[in-house]
């Protein structure tokens, strides 16, 4: 092939590149503004979803659940453990001590399958904190029965439990939905809390779920959490009041649980319907 | 006669000249009742206030700014996805939050019920927040509001039977809007005067009224239109939009001093608390309870330990407004009504105090008041005697105000039936995965009693059919919230997953309509899951708590059902 010949391939060839790529511009889909844009993008990411249980560290779990946080609670180690709720229960002045690992005796004890609403009344009543019952049925879906408490003890507040029943029938049986209370903001208040479901409930494994913050378990059909309130967590609460001095308010609470005890998944892919 | 003596007189005569209608002008507004509206109170006296000029207000009217002709604007997220459908003339207030180039943040404040535009449920509702685009926002001096007032009973105090409802709002604006100054009124707030006018009087305007950005239940029910088109039925406007006029009236009020007379119109009605008033000493705070007190002997007989019906506060009065005073217990801060939503303090910090009054001790605790709008009027202290829960209360009927119920359905399976809970189709499939009814969880120990529907934080969610809440918002999962509504047809649903926040009108008993907002998507805090509605659902022919861990895998009252088939085929129709 002579050389003008083979310059006119290479030019032909070039031209037609630049029309194929020209082509492929013109034929993306224009972004208009202020439409709509699904996370398309995003939910196509492949994210490895670690199974918390089986997971072989700490450090893995921790990492695959908020992609950063990594705990400092060494969960494996029995001493380590042991000196972890030892000296976060020590930072705790001593009547809160007392009081924080009252409630979460209360709501260790309480999650049991044979522990009925009426013993509570009398545990809350043996502390002299005036518990009082506010009693919500219908004839549709049965009896909530709100458990708080008149007075507080030091450091905490927002004792609440939640039973439900079958309504007013006699022998019914109460199912604990919901028990909670609240712990004062302060540095040492999260671990603090943290260290006494540890040892009220006997928690020897890795949480479930742990970020800066957040932290939960499992107990049987219950979810043990803590959480340290924002304000936007205590925002439009309907049973509890609050002012902007309360955040970082620490939430400890059991709860039956609703999801599972797995990872977050923040991306899941989005499926063809 | 000297020049001087020429000059003086030419200028008296000039000056004289000049002020007689200035004066006459003055003399006829100074004649116009003042007031200030109150959400508990209602409208307010005012005629102790002055007027002072305001350089912004937060008023502003909604438009539609773009290349085609809409009778709507977007109401976006900040992400700009948009949320709802604004009608064109609605009164919004500009409201703090993150900032959104090229966009406003608003609340609306009152929808415009003047538009030909039929409102559906993808279309803005009072008190929804969002980004509007800049350009899309009028200043609310071009417009006049009509208040079409659902409460029959609102009038003018002192104005002869004047009913608010029907009459025209305009705020008067030059180089600067008006604003109330009362000595009563808490600092910082700017009640931006609205010269009110009604069709029948056609001198001018029948009050002034001074609204405080954050308290409008007053324009919960409005139509706009511009000044324009009002002129032509209120020919007054057109003269009255002087400002001027109305700022020279001001500096004469503060020239004459003060005004004598009643400085409220509470003062009557400060009923409850007269006899609080009197006399207060305020004893030491009671010692929370201590080491020391914990353990001492309690009495051999235990006390009963009480059990309300119900389970929210609120103001328990046989007036309607209460005293809400500050921490000192000296000074009203605010009123508050009765039957209105109430939450007590607890725990650290002073949050009781107790006073003698005539010999007898009462007992001061510090509240919130957490379902208003006006957000600096929320928290201060009353007595606990005027708190109880509504039932209980002996003053506030339990009675339930049935809304029009016409579209009732007989059931489920009825092809009226229903309404997809969610404003816009969700945005992962509800069939499929951890989302989907019956999907395996704990290991497969337990099974998914719901369709988790993945939308967005703070969307609102609907009520599929008319029913009636059965039970109240409570504490459902991980600082998210549920709340039953049995429905017509006698199937019950639980909306679970929501935030906190409540939907005016929505409260146990309430009738809602298919369609009805009954709340909010919220997100657990741990963070595990996007935002959601957990959508459960049953037959209605079992009664009792819908959980029951021992029941059955769900872990559910037995006559749970697929919501499945159900949700799918709403969800065609509706998208």
């Given amino acids: 092939m002579n050389t003008n010949k083979k310059i006119s391939l290479i030019a032909l060839v070039l031209v037609l590149i630049a029309a194929g790529g020209y082509f492929a511009m013109s034929s993306a889909p224009d972004v208009k503004i202020n439409e709509e844009i699904p996370e398309q993008g995003k939910q196509k990411e ?61 709501l260790s004890e309480f999650t049991a399958e ?25 004839a549709y879906t049965g009896s909530m029965e709100v458990v708080r408490t008149q007075k ?9 439990a939640q039973y439900f029943s079958d309504g007013s029938s006699e022998n019914r049986e109460k199912t604990l939905q919901h028990m909670s209370f609240e712990f004062r903001p302060g540095e040492n208040s999260f671990n603090g809390v943290k260290a006494a479901f540890m040892k009220t409930f006997g928690l020897t494994g890795k949480p479930v779920l742990e970020k800066d913050g957040f932290v939960s378990w499992k107990k049987g059909p219950y979810t043990l959490w803590i959480n340290t309130q924002s304000k936007e ?41 | ?21 200035l004066m006459g002008a003055m003399a006829d507004t100074a004649q116009i009742p003042l007031y200030y509206w109150d959400n508990q109170s209602g409208l307010v006296s005012a005629s102790h206030c002055t007027t002072v000029p305001l350089e912004e207000t937060r008023f502003k009217i909604s438009n539609y700014f773009g290349n085609k002709s809409s009778d709507t604007e977007n109401l976006r997220n900040r992400n700009g996805v948009r949320q709802s459908h604004l009608v064109n003339g609605s009164l919004v207030k500009a409201i703090d939050g993150a900032r959104k180039s090229n966009y406003e943040y608003v609340e609306v404040v009152g929808v415009n019920e003047g538009s030909d535009v039929s409102t559906t449920r993808w279309f803005s509702e009072r008190l929804d927040k969002g ?88 324009f919960g029910s409005l139509e706009t239109m511009k000044t324009e088109k009002a002129m032509e039925f209120l020919p007054t406007l057109r003269q009255d939009d002087r400002l001027d006029l109305v700022m020279q009236e001001t500096e004469l009020e503060a020239v004459e001093g003060t005004h004598s007379g009643p400085k409220t119109a509470l003062e009557g009605e400060e009923v409850e608390n007269t006899e609080i008033d009197e006399e207060m000493e305020v004893a030491p705070s009671p010692e929370m309870l201590t080491d020391e007190t914990l353990n001492k002997d309690t009495d051999a007989e235990q006390a009963e330990v009480p059990v309300m019906t119900g389970v929210n506060n609120v103001v328990c009065i046989s007036g309607s407004t209460l005293n809400v005073r500050d921490e000192s217990l000296d000074k009203v801060l605010f009123t508050a009504r ?85 404003v816009k189709k969700v945005t992962h499939s509800f069939t499929s995965g951890m989302r989907r009814f019956k999907a395996g969880r704990s290991s497969g120990k337990r099974l998914h009693a719901a369709c988790d529907l993945y939308r967005y934080k703070d969307e609102p969610i609907m009520a599929v059919a008319p029913g009636s809440v059965v039970r109240d918002r409570y504490y459902f999962y991980q600082g998210t919230y549920a709340l039953e509504v049995r429905h017509s047809g006698g199937f019950v649903v639980r909306y679970g997953e929501l935030t906190g926040k409540n939907v005016s009108g929505v409260s146990k008993g309430r009738s809602v309509k298919m369609g009805d907002r009954l709340g909010f998507i919220g997100v657990v805090n741990s963070g595990c899951c996007r935002p959601m509605l957990h959508f459960e659902l049953y037959s209605g022919k079992k009664k009792g708590a819908l959980s029951q861990p021992k029941a059955n895998r769900f872990q559910r009252r037995s006559d749970l059902m697929d919501p499945t088939p159900y949700l799918l085929r709403w969800q065609s129709e509706k998208f």
């Fill in chain 1, 46 to 106: 492949e994210v490895e979803v670690t199974d918390m249980d089986n997971s072989s560290t700490p450090e893995v779990a921790a990492a695959a659940a908020n992609n950063s946080f990594v705990s400092t609670t060494n969960y494996d180690d029995q001493s380590a453990r042991e000196a972890f709720i030892e000296s976060s229960l020590q930072k705790i002045p001593e009547n809160e001590r007392e009081s924080l690992l009252f409630f979460a005796d209360t």
């Fill in chain 1, 114 to 138: 044979e522990a009925k609403m009426e013993q509570l009344l009398d545990k809350l009543k043996s502390k002299n904190i005036e518990p009082f019952v506010m009693k919500d049925e219908n």
């Fill in chain 1, 233 to 273: 967590d205590m925002a439009n609460d309907p049973f509890n009041a609050y002012d902007d001095k309360d955040v970082g308010t620490i939430r400890a609470a059991v709860e039956l649980e609703i999801h599972d005890h797995q990872a977050p998944v923040f991306h899941a892919p989005l499926e063809e319907e």
């Fill in chain 2, 1 to 21: 006669m000297s020049v001087f003596a020429k000059n003086k007189i030419f200028s008296f005569f000039m000056i004289a000249g000049l002020a007689a209608p």
């Fill in chain 1, 152 to 160: 507080v003890i030091p450091g905490t507040r927002y004792f609440h």
């Fill in chain 2, 338 to 422: 009765k039957g209105e939503k109430i939450k007590v303090f607890q725990g650290w910090g002073d949050n009781e105090k107790e006073t003698v009054i005539g010999g007898k001790t009462h007992k001061f605790v510090r509240v919130e008041f957490a379902e208003r709008e006006e957000s600096d009027q929320v928290i201060g202290w009353v007595s606990d005697e005027f708190i109880n829960t509504k039932e209980d209360c002996a003053y506030t009927n339990g009675s339930v105000i049935e809304r029009d119920s016409s579209t009732t359905i007989s059931g489920i399976d009825d092809p009226k039936c229903c309404e997809f809970p969610t």
């Fill in chain 2, 131 to 218: 980004y509007l685009f800049d350009r899309s926002i009028d200043p609310i001096e071009d417009y006049v509001l009509k208040i079409n007032s659902k409460d029959s009973d609102l009038k003018f105090p002192g104005l002869d039977e004047q009913k608010v409802d029907g009459t025209y709002w305009k705020v008067l604006a030059d180089q600067h809007y008006l604003a109330l100054n009362c000595s009563d009124l808490e600092k910082g707030r700017d009640y931006l005067v609205f010269h009110v006018y009604n069709k029948e009087k056609s001198e001018g305007p029948i009050a002034r009224v001074g609204v405080y950005w954050d308290e409008t239940n007053i």
